[in-house]
Each structure stands twice: as structure tokens, then as C-alpha cells.
């Protein structure tokens, strides 16, 4: 009783109601600009956040993750440009939906399936995180080293199409992560005699370089203008068509759930993997493609889900499965908070704070998606460059705010060409910033496990935890790579055989 007694207190309380409307508000209105994923929303707002007190700025930041999650279904339903990437699905009926002039219900689908998405999401995580969390006191620097790897392993998930790619940028991330103070000698490493790198290089720095700067390099040459003929409203669906939604609505919270644990796969593999499995188990298969509501809530319900449970492994073991995540991680580090085993047993007030702000922030979400419709439908219709040039604005400011040092701002503008080189390369940005948050954990886990041991390497296999972690590590990568090598040989098979027909 007085654990509910407490929820009920928190709940009310303006120091946490602020932040979650504000992170929703915003986090719609970065979501419902196209090019601006939910990772890039939440870059601009980090830079503001030094300031703040932990609980607010993580509440913020989980807030605008939720909030990015729906509104990027607005452009994919008005203009049929998806705003995030795991509302493409959402595209291929909520689109057909406008055009037969029912934009309105198809937004209303889309609110109403992403408030059901996170309510599910909130308590897998609230019912997962704590019990994985048990183990904070067994873990010693061998466990942590063993994590750190376990935590790297997911690469080879994350690398798209190429792993060597994937390997090249996680290895960049780990170069930039040993720039500093060597974390057991004390020596200076690779400062080229600058003062300014004696602390190191700010995961801040790069992420809003890599995720945020490099797209607006991007679009600057994006020339395509996109509008919207009528402003909608929103209209929900009547009780006969919110049972025909049940179903997909559980698939979706299904797939959101397993897909959001799994480091790697994210709202978009949900999102589609739902979509074809309401497909499958749906009385009107004929409708999807054509403008079927329930094409629109399974991936709505899915990538809502996914903003939640996505969560849980960053929490528990302080590993981010997504851009997104990478980015609350290091809301996590500005104020001196690391996720992983300990954070709950050292400050299980913020953990509190977080899944009652992210609850506050489901349920504003329906409220605030209402009010803020005829904003993003207007900036929507808003040229590029006038955009482009207002979020330049924000992450310059926002950057030199954090310690009014021109030299952070110039090590985010080069984070920002190379991100953008990244780009045109399709290298992968989340195995660069896995290497750089990571790379401190690995190596200094790592020498001080063999100082305890006296340089015996044994050590890593002698601990219970670390033998699981590193055994689980290998696996990750062996599954991987063969799913990978039998994606290889099903596409030469199917070449050959094309070859044969002609």
C-alpha cells in the first residue's frame, strides 16, 4: 500500500509532469518532421540538460523518445513520408487511408494504438528491469569486462548490410573512447599536447554530431517539397472497429515487447514484423495495402511498445539497443548516472521517477497528440531550408551552452562531416557510439581484472558471471554470422537460379 501510496504522490507532482508533457510535446514535434528520427530529436534537446536535476532530464529525455515514436506517423500518413524509420510500415495503409479522405481516423488509429503501445511497453519494463537488476552485487570487473564485450558482440546485428563496415566504425568509436587520461596510469593519451582533451572527448559531442548534424548535410541538398492539401482532425475509432483493432493491437505489443529487449532490432523490425503477422491472422487480409486500419495499429502499437521496453536492456545491463537508447545513455552520463546492474541499488530514486514519468507521459500523450495536430501539420507544410536552418541554430546554442567552450563546438561540427562521409558510405552509426561508451568500461574492467589476478587470464573464465556473459557474447556472434552467411548463400542460390530460367 505505501508503495502505491507513493506512485500516486509522485504522479501528481509538477516536478515530474512538467518534463514528461514537455518531452511529449516536443518529441511530437521533432517525430512529425521527416528526416528527424527520434534519436535526432532527443541530441538537440541533451545539450540542454546539463543544467537540469537528473530525474528531470531523464524523464525529459524518455519522454521525447515516447512522444518521437507517434508523431513520425503523421508526415508517413499526410504525405506518405515517414518522420522516424519504424513508421514506414505505418505508410502503406495510413497513406491509402488519406486518400480516400479518411486522414483523420487514420491519425486517430495511430494515437490510439501508440497510447496502448506504451502502457504495454511501460509494464514489461517496469515488471522486467528490477528482477535482471538482482544481480547488481555479483558483479565484479571481470563481469563488467564480460558485459562491455557482450554489450560490443551486438554489432554484428547492427552493421546493415556490411559487417566489415559495421567493424570499421565500432573500432572508431573505441579509438575516440581511449583519447584522454589513461583510466589506471594516469597518463595523457593522444591529447597532441591539447588541454582541452586531457578529460577526453564527450559522447555528447558525437552523437549530436553524428546523428543530428550529418542529416542536415544530408537534406541540404534534398530539394523535393512536400504539402498538405487539408488540415484533418483527428477522429478516434467507434467501438465496433476498436474490437476489429484488438487483435492487431496484441500483435504489435507482442512483437514491441521481444524486439524491444533484443539490442539491434528496434521499432522498424517490429513494426514490420507486425504488420505482416496481422496481415497473416486478419479476417480481411484483401484490405492491407488498400487503406486497412489495422495495417496502421499493429506497427503503431509495435514501435510505441518498442520506446519502452527498449529500455529494459539499458537499464539492467547498461547496453542501448538503438539509436534512441544510445542517446538516454548518455543523458544517463551527463549526470553521473551509469546504467547497469548497480544503477538501481545506487539510485533507485531516479528509476522510480523514470517509469512515473514515462507513465505521465503515455497518458499526456493522448491529450497533447490532440493539441499539437495543427502545429506539425503546419510545420510539415514548412519549406526545408527554413527548418534546416532552425535546428542548426538549436544544436549550435545547445552545444556551447554545456561548457561555453568553442572547442566542444568544433569537435561536434567534424563529428558532423565525418557522420556525414558515414553516410554516404552507409557506414553504421550505433556500433561507432557502442564503441565509444563502451570502450572506457572494457578497458579499464579489463586491467583491473588482471591486476587482481596478477596478470592471469583465467580470471575471465573463473568467474561465474563472466564465463555466462562472454559464452553468451559468442553465441550472439556465431548465431549472427551463420544467419548471415545463409542470407549470402540464399541470395547467390536464387541468382543462379534466375540465371538458369533465362
Same mark, same amino acid.
Given at each position: ?149 557482450? =554489450? @560490443? %558482440?551486438?554489432?554484428? #546485428?547492427?552493421?546493415?548490410?556490411? +559487417? /566489415?563496415?559495421?567493424?570499421?566504425? !565500432? *573500432?572508431?568509436? &573505441? ?17 597532441? =599536447? @591539447? %588541454?582541452?582533451?586531457? #578529460?577526453?572527448?564527450?559522447?555528447? +559531442? /558525437?552523437?549530436?554530431?553524428?546523428? !543530428? *548534424?550529418?542529416? &542536415? ?29 484488438? +487483435? ?255
Amino acid at each position: 500500500m505505501e508503495a502505491v501510496a507513493g506512485f500516486f504522490t509522485q504522479f501528481f507532482d509538477i516536478y515530474l509532469i512538467l518534463p514528461a508533457v514537455l518531452g511529449v510535446a516536443w518529441g511530437i514535434i521533432g517525430g512529425s518532421m521527416p528526416g528527424i528520427s527520434p534519436s535526432i530529436t532527443m541530441a538537440l534537446l541533451l545539450p540542454f540538460t546539463y543544467a537540469l536535476e537528473p530525474s528531470f532530464a531523464i524523464v525529459l529525455l524518455a519522454s521525447t523518445y515516447v512522444g518521437a515514436e507517434y508523431g513520425g506517423s503523421i508526415p508517413a500518413i499526410l504525405i506518405r513520408t515517414p518522420g522516424t524509420n519504424a513508421a514506414a510500415a505505418s505508410v502503406l495503409d495510413g497513406y491509402e487511408m488519406n486518400r480516400q479522405g479518411k486522414a483523420g481516423l487514420a491519425l486517430g488509429i495511430s494515437l490510439y494504438s501508440g497510447v496502448i503501445g506504451s502502457l504495454v511497453g511501460l509494464s514489461l519494463l517496469v515488471m522486467l528491469s528490477g528482477p535482471l537488476a538482482q544481480l547488481a552485487l555479483a558483479f565484479t570487473p571481470p563481469a563488467y569486462f564480460a558485459l562491455g564485450v557482450l =554489450g @560490443l %558482440s551486438v554489432i554484428v #546485428s547492427l552493421s546493415g548490410e556490411s +559487417l /566489415v563496415k559495421g567493424l570499421i566504425a !565500432a *573500432l572508431f568509436g &573505441l579509438m575516440v573512447s581511449t583519447i584522454g587520461t589513461d583510466p589506471v596510469s594516469g597518463i595523457s593519451r593522444y591529447t597532441f =599536447g @591539447l %588541454s582541452d582533451l586531457l #578529460s577526453g572527448i564527450q559522447p555528447i +559531442l /558525437v552523437m549530436v554530431g553524428l546523428f !543530428a *548534424l550529418s542529416e &542536415l548535410l544530408r537534406q541540404a541538398s534534398n530539394t523535393e517539397d512536400t504539402r498538405v492539401k487539408a488540415a484533418p482532425r483527428i477522429e478516434f475509432p467507434d467501438n465496433k472497429l476498436k474490437k476489429r483493432l484488438i +487483435l492487431p493491437q496484441s500483435i504489435g505489443a507482442l512483437f514491441g515487447g521481444f524486439e524491444g529487449v533484443m539490442p539491434g532490432a528496434g521499432g522498424t523490425v517490429a513494426s514490420f514484423m507486425s504488420y505482416n503477422e496481422a496481415r497473416r491472422w486478419s479476417k480481411k487480409p484483401d484490405e492491407f495495402g488498400k487503406g486497412s486500419p489495422e495495417g496502421i495499429a499493429a506497427p503503431e502499437t509495435a514501435n510505441n511498445t518498442v520506446a519502452e521496453t527498449s529500455l529494459i536492456p539499458l537499464l539492467s545491463f547498461g547496453i542501448p539497443g538503438s539509436n534512441s537508447t544510445a542517446i538516454l545513455l548518455g543523458g544517463f552520463l551527463i549526470h553521473g548516472l551509469v546504467p547497469g546492474p548497480l544503477l538501481f541499488a545506487r539510485s533507485g530514486d531516479v528509476i522510480n521517477d523514470l517509469y512515473v514519468g514515462i507513465f505521465i507521459a503515455a497518458i499526456a500523450l493522448l491529450v497533447i497528440g490532440i493539441m499539437i495536430m495543427p502545429a506539425c501539420i503546419w510545420l510539415v507544410n514548412r519549406p526545408r531550408p527554413y527548418l534546416n536552418a532552425f535546428i542548426l541554430a538549436l544544436i549550435m546554442s545547445g552545444i556551447y551552452s554545456i561548457n561555453n567552450s568553442l572547442f566542444e563546438l568544433s569537435v561536434m561540427l567534424v563529428a558532423g562531416v565525418i557522420g556525414y562521409f558515414m553516410r554516404l558510405l552507409k557506414f553504421p552509426f550505433l556500433p561507432t557510439v557502442l564503441g565509444l561508451v563502451l570502450g572506457f568500461m572494457i578497458e579499464s574492467n579489463f586491467r583491473r581484472s588482471l591486476l587482481l589476478s596478477g596478470d592471469d587470464y583465467s580470471i575471465f573464465l573463473t568467474d561465474s558471471i563472466s564465463l555466462i556473459l562472454l559464452s553468451l557474447a559468442a553465441l550472439f556472434i556465431i548465431g549472427s554470422l551463420s544467419r548471415r552467411l545463409l542470407q549470402m548463400l540464399f541470395r547467390q542460390l536464387k541468382t543462379k537460379v534466375t540465371d538458369t530460367t533465362d
